[in-house]
Structure formats: structure tokens, C-alpha cells
């Protein structure tokens, strides 16, 4: 079956604009996760769904990003008024509902704020 | 907080063995993940080691310490295509938490395979 997908796989923006960046988790995977890779640094935990819930938002970096997940599927992550410090690789994972120890990675979009 | 710490890059001879070491200090601890990244990809789950021992997974073991605060990746019969990077990830939430099953991933290690 399909794995993860993420799009765009590469958004280039300028500074100040806003983007979308899309995650299909597995089909009936139930929790959703989103992570941030910097160049030199590890993944950095962003936001968690278990179905269309987030119940903290604590992990994302500042106001201007935003998540929402529709119909238990289909998550996206927006971030608003764009940073250079916010190029990054931008990498979305699901895993099944029973406790489950694996994390299936999306390919990641890579953003490059210029 | 999180702290975990892991060599930023090795290098080895193909055929060889290879340890990759990976300590950690986290508030709390519901089970080490390692995770293979090549470039430009996805990162692919490796093993999970949540009791003290030694998990083998053919070419692949992994080992934990959790009274060390200590595990390795050990690579057997090193192929060129085991160049990528390495991720040592642990888990500290428990269930429904809010955070649920989310990882604290460690900067990971560069393996170059040399023939």
C-alpha cells in the first residue's frame, strides 16, 4: 500500500509570504505527527493529532504556524508570514491507533525561505 | 529537557563492524528508536528497544543500558549502501499523553561506508 506522502517535495518562497505544506498519512492510521529538520540539527517534535485533535499546540516554534487535520486524514501545516529561520525540511509521520512503536516518515518538504 | 548525543559522523571500511553510540538524558523514558535517513529520504525504522539487552534484527543489532542512559547500533557486514545517517530517537511520553508517541531525536550520525 501507499506510504506517507508529503507536498510539495520543494517550496522556495520569499520572506514574509505564507505557505501550505500538505501530509497524506497511511490510510487508518490514526495518530499524525509532524517534525522539523534543520540543517545540523536532529528532528524537532512540532505537533501531534490523534484523529482531527491536537491536544497541544506547545511545540510549534511561534504563532505564526498553524496545523489542522480534516476527516482523520489529510493534515496540513501552515506557516504564516515566512522567516529565513524557518527553511527547513518539514517531515510528517503516522503510526496505527493501538500503541504501536513505529513511525511511518513521509519524504518531507524541504522550504527555503529566501 | 532533552539531551541526546550521538558522534556527528564515523567512517568505516566495507565488510566491517560498526558501533554507533548514543547517550541520553530525558525526564523520562518509554523506549530508544533507531532510525536509518539517506539523503533526501525518508527516515526508516530500524529497531526499538524499551528492556535492557540486546536486540538482533539480522545485519542490525541494537542494545540499551537504561540504567546508563546508553545504547548502540551495531552494523555487521558493512555494505555501501549502509551509507546514511543514523538516528537515535527516544520516547519519554507515555500513552495519550499529549505529545502521544512523539519522538526526541538525537542531531544523528553520518556513516560513510569506504570500499
Known amino acids: 500500500g501507499a506510504g506517507v506522502s508529503q507536498s510539495p517535495s520543494n517550496k522556495v518562497t520569499e520572506k514574509g509570504k505564507d505557505v501550505e505544506l500538505r501530509c497524506d498519512p497511511i490510510s487508518g492510521h490514526t495518530a499524525l505527527y509532524w517534525y522539523r529538520q534543520s540543517l545540523g540539527q536532529g528532528l524537532e517534535f512540532l505537533i501531534y493529532?490523534?484523529?482531527?485533535?491536537?491536544?497541544?499546540k506547545s511545540g510549534l516554534p511561534s504563532d505564526r504556524f498553524s496545523a489542522e487535520r480534516t476527516g482523520g486524514s489529510v493534515s496540513t501545516l501552515t506557516i504564516q508570514r515566512t522567516q529565513q529561520e524557518d527553511s527547513a525540511v518539514y517531515l510528517c509521520a503516522s503510526s496505527p491507533q493501538l500503541p504501536n512503536n513505529e513511525q511511518f516518515f513521509g519524504p518531507g518538504t524541504r522550504l527555503t525561505v529566501l | 529537557g532533552q539531551n541526546i548525543d550521538q558522534p556527528t559522523e564515523m567512517t568505516a571500511t566495507e565488510g566491517a563492524i560498526v558501533q554507533i553510540n548514543c547517550t541520553y538524558q530525558t525526564s523520562g523514558f518509554n523506549g530508544l528508536f533507531w532510525y536509518q535517513q539517506h539523503a533526501g529520504e525518508a527516515p526508516t525504522f530500524l529497531s526499538y528497544?524499551?528492556?535492557?539487552g540486546l536486540e538482533e534484527k539480522g545485519r542490525f543489532s541494537s542494545f540499551l543500558s537504561r540504567s546508563k542512559g546508553y545504547s548502540y547500533l551495531l552494523l555487521k557486514e558493512l555494505q555501501m549502501k549502509d551509507s546514511a545517517s543514523y538516528l537515535c530517537a527516544v520516547r519519554d511520553t507515555a500513552v495519550n499523553s499529549n505529545s502521544g508517541y512523539a519522538l526526541n531525536f538525537g542531531k544523528g550520525t553520518s556513516l560513510l561506508v569506504t570500499p
Open positions: 493529532f490523534q484523529g482531527n485533535s491536537a491536544p497541544d
Open positions: 528497544n524499551v528492556l535492557d
